[in-house]
C-alpha cells in the first residue's frame, strides 16, 4: 500500500494526473503498477488502477488476474470497480475512502446515482438503436464453438 501512495504522490506532484496510485501483486511480487494520467495522456479512462489492470494483464499474457491482489490508493471509482471485477483478482485493498476523494473534488456519487436510472432518465439520455440486429450477434456466439469465455 505504501508503494501505492508513493506513485500516487509521484504522479500529481508530476502533473501527470490526480493523487492516485495502484500496484498489482503476484505471489508476493509487484507485477504492475499504474499511476492517474488522464491529464497527461488524454484520456479519462487512464484511472491508476486501470493502468495497472492493463500493465498486469499484458504481463500475464492473460485477461484476468487470478491470484493477484490490487493494491490502490483510494476506494475505487465505478469504472474502476467495473474492471476490477472484470479481472477477477483475489483481493482489493484501499486506503482513502471515496469521500475522501469527494472531499478532494473527485466526487463520483452523480454516477452511482446514474446507474440507478432507466438509461432515458440519464444525465446524458441513453436510447437503444438496432436491437435486433444486435441481439443476432449474441445468438451467434452462443452458438460459436470455438469461442474463449470470460
Not at 494526473?17 to 511480487?29: A, L, R, S, W
Not at 495522456?41 to 492473460?62: F, S, W
Request: glycine share 6%; aromatic share 10%; net charge negative.
Amino acid at each position: 500500500m505504501e508503494k501505492a501512495i508513493r506513485l500516487a504522490a509521484i504522479g500529481m506532484q508530476s502533473n501527470r494526473g490526480g493523487p492516485f496510485g495502484c500496484v498489482i501483486v503476484k505471489n508476493g511480487e509487484i507485477i504492475a503498477e499504474g499511476t492517474n494520467q488522464v491529464t497527461s495522456a488524454y484520456d479519462p479512462t487512464a484511472h491508476a488502477e486501470m493502468v495497472a489492470i492493463r500493465n498486469a494483464c499484458k504481463k500475464l499474457g492473460d485477461f484476468q488476474l487470478t491470484g493477484c491482489d490490487i493494491y490502490t490508493s483510494c476506494e475505487p471509482c465505478p469504472m474502476c470497480l467495473g474492471a476490477i471485477y472484470w479481472s477477477r483478482p483475489e483481493r482489493v485493498f484501499y486506503a482513502a475512502s471515496r469521500r475522501d476523494a469527494a472531499d478532494a473534488g473527485f466526487d463520483d456519487e452523480f454516477i452511482y446515482k446514474e446507474l440507478d436510472k432507466q438509461p432515458e432518465d440519464r444525465a446524458i439520455p441513453m436510447k437503444s438503436l438496432l436491437r435486433k440486429e444486435a441481439q443476432k450477434l449474441f445468438e451467434e456466439w452462443k452458438l460459436k464453438e470455438d469461442k474463449i469465455e470470460y
